[in-house]
């Protein structure tokens, strides 16, 4: 399957700063989606990134606190815009190309963001 | 410090027991289903999967069960050992669009 490198692996950040975070998978995939993990949580689901067009972002998470960016089929960028205290979490992205595939889901290490 | 699980419902079992673990899911047009394993500080580990056509999959010490009927998923560990501790997450893929929707997760404790 699919090896995702995500950077930076960890961060603290001052409140009113914004954070890139990046994902580069090995191999071209169809859909690459990211995540937030809130601290002792499950993963929720912040957005679809899309290859050359506009994100689709989930209920709750809107474009311009999470700017997503996807170039070509291997690359994604998140950024955390404006950040608050309760933007510390765990921020993951995921690859797929398609469930048909040998390849299935995988995910990137995660990101654990502290926002002082 | 582990941040993952800690506020997670918990199973304990002895080295060596099978373990079960449960899953609700919420949409009964999800047609494909994954359980994952997550450990401190990384990323979610693919385990098994079972889509919507099938009751049973089996795999390396691991068995996952499907019931359409009241749509409930269960992970099964053989044998389980220490490093099997981790936090377990089932996951849903509610329409075409290939995206995956995570249950609420299962912190599984393996004693010596």
């Known amino acids: 399957s699919a090896v995702i490198s995500q950077k930076p692996s960890r961060d603290i950040c001052q409140r009113g700063t914004s954070l890139t975070i990046q994902c580069q998978v090995d191999s071209q995939v169809t859909m690459m989606f990211w995540y937030r993990q809130q601290p002792g949580q499950s993963l929720t689901l912040i957005a679809t990134a899309n290859q050359g067009s506009e994100a689709t972002y989930e209920s709750g998470f809107v474009i311009d606190k999470f700017p997503i960016s996807r170039p070509n089929l291997t690359f994604s960028t998140l950024t955390v815009s404006n950040m608050s205290p309760e933007d510390s979490s765990i921020y993951l992205c995921?690859?797929?190309?398609?469930?048909?595939?040998?390849?299935?889901?995988?995910f990137g290490s995660g990101t654990r963001l502290t926002v002082v | 410090g582990e941040s993952v699980g800690l506020h997670l419902p918990t199973l304990s079992v002895q080295e060596g027991d099978n373990s079960i673990i449960n899953c609700a899911y919420s949409?009964?047009?999800?047609?494909?289903f994954i359980w994952y394993k997550q450990e401190s500080g990384k990323g979610p580990q693919f385990i098994i999967d079972i889509r919507s056509n099938m009751d049973k999959r089996q795999g390396q010490r691991v068995t996952v069960l499907l019931n359409k009927t009241v749509k409930h998923l269960s992970l099964q560990i053989a044998a389980t050992q220490p490093g099997d501790s981790a936090v377990y997450f089932c996951?849903?893929?509610?329409?075409?669009?290939?995206?995956?929707?995570f249950g609420s997760g299962t912190r599984l404790l393996v004693r010596p």
């Open positions: 949409n009964s047009a999800s047609d494909y």
């Open positions: 995921s690859s797929t190309a398609g469930w048909d595939s040998n390849y299935g889901y995988t």
């Open positions: 996951a849903e893929n509610k329409d075409s669009s290939y995206k995956l929707i």
